[in-house]
């Protein structure tokens, strides 16, 4: 299967999107266009050659306190809140898992937060783990615990260079 990554448009259909997780599920089939239009983040999709949606993530700024970051790490980051690009949401459908989009879609929010941090300040990525098979997701491509986090969700970061 091929795939194109786009930026949000009601054009491409997102009726039959389904990966499993209702809220992601919802999420893009009724509350993104109005994230979209209040800038609340940005919504990267992926689509399939009928332009059916078949992925998704979300980009969105933010801060997170000095403390929450390991100590190895803290000599090199400002001492202050550290500027983030947060993934807000990821999710691939059903009919694709196992097909790479997954990797691919967080490799290109990846390169599009290191564009935006060339210019801005944005020293990391930082994502909440939905539940144990998102976060070891995440694990698996090089993020880490932020300290200081608590409840069912892991709070995980990715040290932009």
Same mark, same amino acid.
Request: charged fraction near 25%.
């Given at each position: 299967?091929?795939?194109?990554?786009?930026?949000?448009?009601?054009?491409?259909?997102?009726?039959?999107?389904?990966?499993?997780?209702?809220?992601?599920?919802?999420?893009?089939?009724?509350?993104?266009?109005?994230?979209?239009?209040?800038?609340?983040?940005?919504?990267?999709?992926?689509?399939?050659?009928?332009?059916?949606?078949?992925?998704?993530?979300?980009?969105?700024?933010? $801060?997170?306190?000095?403390?929450?970051?390991?100590?190895?790490?803290?000599? %090199?980051? $400002?001492?202050?809140?550290?500027?983030?690009?947060?993934?807000?949401?990821?999710?691939?459908?059903?009919?694709?898992?196992?097909?790479?989009?997954?990797?691919?879609?967080?490799?290109?929010?990846?390169?599009?937060?290191?564009?935006?941090?060339?210019?801005?300040?944005?020293? !990391?990525?930082?994502?909440? $783990?939905?539940?144990?098979? !998102?976060?070891?997701?995440?694990? %698996?491509?090089?993020?880490?615990?932020?300290?200081?986090?608590?409840?069912?969700? %892991?709070?995980?970061?990715?040290?932009?260079?």
């Amino acid at each position: 299967m091929t795939w194109v990554f786009v930026d949000f448009d009601k054009k491409y259909n997102r009726s039959e999107f389904d990966c499993g997780e209702p809220d992601l599920n919802i999420y893009l089939k009724t509350q993104m266009s109005q994230d979209v239009i209040r800038k609340a983040n940005v919504s990267v999709l992926a689509v399939n050659q009928q332009n059916e949606v078949i992925g998704f993530y979300t980009l969105s700024s933010g $801060a997170v306190e000095f403390t929450n970051f390991p100590e190895a790490l803290k000599k %090199k980051i $400002a001492p202050y809140p550290v500027p983030i690009a947060r993934i807000g949401r990821l999710a691939v459908d059903n009919t694709t898992k196992g097909q790479g989009l997954g990797k691919e879609l967080l490799f290109h929010a990846i390169d599009r937060v290191e564009e935006v941090s060339l210019k801005l300040g944005v020293r !990391a990525i930082v994502v909440d $783990a939905k539940n144990q098979r !998102a976060e070891d997701f995440y694990l %698996k491509y090089g993020f880490e615990y932020l300290q200081n986090t608590s409840g069912p969700r %892991k709070s995980l970061f990715l040290i932009i260079d």
